[in-house]
């Protein structure tokens, strides 16, 4: 069965399509109604929070699919896509941090990016699997 045919990864993509659309709705909103520099107050807290919790979402629908998955080999491909985007993630943030530290003229990393970051790093676990693994199905 491919992976795209399983109940679960049409489960989980009920759940991620509308929690990926609250998010762009959420960073829209908070991008509209908060200034830039905008001093810390219960409403620029309040709208910080609503596309964090999209993130939670995101979280909760991954684990729920590692969950639901009885094939173990469709499991593990999740499994290995979640080890590479998060250390893809950890090695970028780690290593620019450390040129943070070192060269004041190189631009700061805001901490909003780590979670974009590690999606990026889903894709890039997805394409070791097709390429590096000769797995995945299709991309």
């Known amino acids: 069965m491919r992976a795209n045919d399983h109940p679960a990864m049409r489960r989980y993509m009920k759940r991620i399509i509308p ?29 910080a929070l609503l596309p964090g919790m999209a993130a939670l979402g995101w979280l909760w629908a991954m684990g729920r699919l590692l969950i639901e998955l009885d094939d173990e080999y469709l499991r593990m491909l999740e499994v ?28 700061k990393l805001a901490v909003f990016f780590v ?20 797995d995945a199905g299709p991309c």
């Open 19 to 47: 929690i990926t659309i609250a998010y762009i709705a959420t960073i829209a909103l908070a991008t509209a109604l908060v200034p830039d520099n905008a001093p810390a107050s219960a409403l620029t807290i309040g709208l």
């Open 80 to 107: 290995r896509k979640f080890l590479v985007a998060t250390g893809a993630t950890l090695a970028i943030t780690s290593v620019w941090g450390v040129l943070e530290l070192y060269s004041p003229e190189v631009p």
């Open 115 to 134: 979670f974009p970051i590690w999606c990026i790093g889903l894709a890039l676990g997805q394409l070791v699997n097709r390429f590096g693994f000769d």
